[in-house]
Nanobody
Framework: VQLQASGGGVVQAGGSLRLSCAASGRTFSAYDMGWFRQAPGKDREFIAA????????LYADSVKGRFIISRDNAKNTVYLQMNSLKPEDTAVYYC???????????????WGQGTQVTVSS
């Protein structure tokens, strides 16, 4: 599966952004999906994951209550709604996919290119 993320940009602290990730190549609904991020000088960090049906979601503690992951299988797209953004959310955000949500969280099989999110104070 090929993944194409978009929607990054520059936003002030407290603002919102919505990232999108369009998938192609294989049956989108067969994959559990997720998002990682990587800040400058730091390791990649799991952010959120969603099961193929959308019925299960997981979040990192750092974004719980502020970010919402969702998907539209008819559009082959997964979203990350980011609210109450903080300067520490500044990072490159990556869309990921695997056949099992536990793998999405730990070591995803497929990665898209990143999209930059910058939160100014």
């Amino acid at each position: 599966v090929q993944l194409q993320a978009s929607g990054g940009g520059v936003v002030q602290a407290g603002g919102s952004l919505r990232l999108s990730c369009a998938a192609s190549g294989r049956t989108f609904s067969a994959y559990d999906m997720g998002w990682f991020r990587q800040a400058p000088g730091k390791d990649r960090e799991f952010i959120a994951a969603i099961s193929w049906s959308g019925g299960s979601t997981l979040y990192a503690d750092s974004v719980k209550g502020r970010f919402i992951i969702s998907r539209d299988n008819a559009k082959n797209t997964v979203y990350l709604q980011m609210n109450s953004l903080k300067p520490e959310d500044t990072a490159v955000y990556y869309c990921v996919a695997s056949h099992h949500i536990t793998v999405v969280v730990a070591k995803p099989d497929y990665w898209g290119q990143g999209t930059q999110v910058t939160v100014s104070s």
